[in-house]
């Protein structure tokens, strides 16, 4: 495998990739920070030769290996959920399990977009201010005169209204 | 543990809230149930992809359509009651015109915060979406832009704002000269056009530092950037650096004084002949005299960035 084989890859699932490291961080900005170092190591390993037979699950494990330096670094993470390898690896079981299904990124995008379209109007405007503004549930009460609770409560709703969406059209789309 | 059971737990996970014994319950479940495992997938699947087009701008559209739609009807109004409605509308109108036009203008895209700079050729410190900008002083100009970021350029540098383009939140177009980018966190990429090639910021933070026409030269200090041009393209990272077109060490372009910097204790000044001695840190003397000539360049003595009288 040439190395700019191996960084095509990387460019073609960075999405995955970054849904894998978000899943074990649940913080995007910790997410986008890591997958950025993943991006680093994989040049890396690629200028020196590596070729891995399976691209992805060769990836997550690196990615998997800097979320884990990440967390023995921060002092701060919770004693409770020190138990990150058990974690990471039924994180690891759900990803390779649905491997398919997360593979055509493109197909998941344009779902999702249907998906968002198919919000009320004030879902949608929720929906930016979250993830675009980047706001907080607070701010967005603040600015959309709703209490946190609210907002909590609607925001969960929200996703989950999507990723049953965009799930519906998935399986219809594998059953065509 | 029923779906919907789960779907709470994964509503806390995702919000950073679960208690100890609820995060057990939540890891357990994931890791024996095989409807959890996909229901989880799902979920933070499409909370990355929500999180990806939010960057890229994709609901910028969703907000605009989202205003609220209103019809005002007049029918069943006594005659003063119209009035009243006339009056407040007019006060209404009245206050949004003067509000527009005392808001700042969205098509700012940045703003000079020290150093001398022509913006449009003009001398100027707002810099709006398309404006050309030359650094003309002989000290760096810093910018503040809309985004956050911050370039602090070189003397000499001519770059236009292009701000916003599809998935990419600014772009550069520099044409000269150069200087550090530190671009801020999140909300899409940031790029860099020359002729040479391009620069895209492909993580979270960088700084680079650019010298173009003619060649292109970047340094990342800090995060990951990608450059593409001239049918190659490269990712470096962190104490990495790249060039695109000419070597680094080429000839600076015509008419582009390379400056001489030095620094010390500046020791005997002689204010007749406008010449004084520094004391180098290496523990040398060099004489140093303003407005004389070096070849066919003309030798300004700056102290601290401002120029020496």
């Known amino acids: 495998m040439e190395p700019s084989t191996l960084a095509r890859q990387f460019v073609q699932h960075r999405d995955l990739l970054y849904g894998y490291v978000f899943a074990l961080t649940r913080d995007h900005n910790l997410a986008e920070d890591i997958l950025q170092d993943v991006g680093v190591s994989i040049l890396t390993e690629a200028a020196r030769g590596t070729m891995p037979e399976h691209f992805l699950a060769w990836a997550r494990g690196l990615a998997r290996n800097r979320v884990a330096d990440h967390y023995r670094r921060a002092a701060s993470r919770r004693q409770h959920e020190m138990s990150f390898e058990q974690f990471a690896d039924a994180v690891d079981l759900a990803f390779t399990e649905h491997s398919r299904t997360l593979e055509d990124n493109h197909q998941q995008l344009q779902f999702l977009r249907e998906c968002v379209g198919g919000l009320t109007a004030r879902v949608r405007r929720m929906i930016h201010l979250r993830y675009h503004d980047r706001l907080s549930l607070d701010e967005i009460a603040s600015s959309l005169a709703w209490t946190s609770g609210a907002i909590k409560v609607a925001l969960s709703r929200a996703r989950r209204v999507l990723a049953d969406c965009v799930g519906r059209k998935l399986r219809r789309e594998e059953a065509t | ?309």
């Open chain 2, 1 to 309: 543990m029923s779906a919907d059971s789960f779907d709470e737990l994964l509503d806390m996970y995702l919000l950073g809230e679960l208690n100890e014994q609820q995060w057990a319950e939540f890891q357990a479940a994931i890791a024996t149930d095989s409807a959890a495992r996909a229901r989880f997938v799902q979920s933070v699947s499409v909370e990355a992809h929500l999180h990806r087009l939010g960057a890229s701008g994709e609901f910028a559209a969703a907000r605009a359509s989202a205003a609220p739609r209103w019809k005002l009807s007049l029918r069943g109004l006594s005659r003063w009651q119209r009035g009243a409605v006339a009056a407040i509308l007019l006060i209404a109108v009245t206050g949004m015109i003067v509000f527009y036009a005392l808001r700042e203008d969205s098509s700012l895209m940045g703003r000079v915060e020290s150093g001398s700079v022509l913006v449009d050729g003009k001398s100027g410190d707002r810099i709006r979406e398309g404006s050309s900008v030359r650094i003309t002083g002989m000290s760096p100009a810093v910018i503040h832009l809309a985004d956050g970021s911050i370039a602090t350029l070189d003397p000499g540098t001519q770059l236009v704002v292009k701000g916003r383009e599809k998935d990419v939140r600014q772009v550069i177009q520099l044409a000269g000269g150069g200087g550090q980018f530190q671009v801020s966190h999140g909300g899409g990429q940031f790029r860099i056009d020359t002729a040479a090639g391009s620069v895209t910021v492909l993580g979270t933070q960088f700084t680079a530092v650019l010298r173009a026409p003619g060649g292109l030269y970047v340094s990342v200090t800090a995060g990951t950037v990608r450059l593409d041009g001239q049918g190659k393209s490269m990712t470096l990272g962190a104490g990495q650096s790249g060039t695109l077109g000419v070597a680094v060490n080429s000839p600076l372009p015509s008419g582009v004084a390379e400056p001489l910097v030095a620094s010390g204790t500046i020791g005997l000044v002689d204010s007749k002949n406008l010449s004084f001695v520094l004391a180098e840190s290496d523990g040398s003397e060099s004489r140093y005299k303003a407005g004389s000539k070096t070849g066919d360049r003309e030798t300004d003595v700056f102290l601290d960035g401002r120029k020496s009288t």
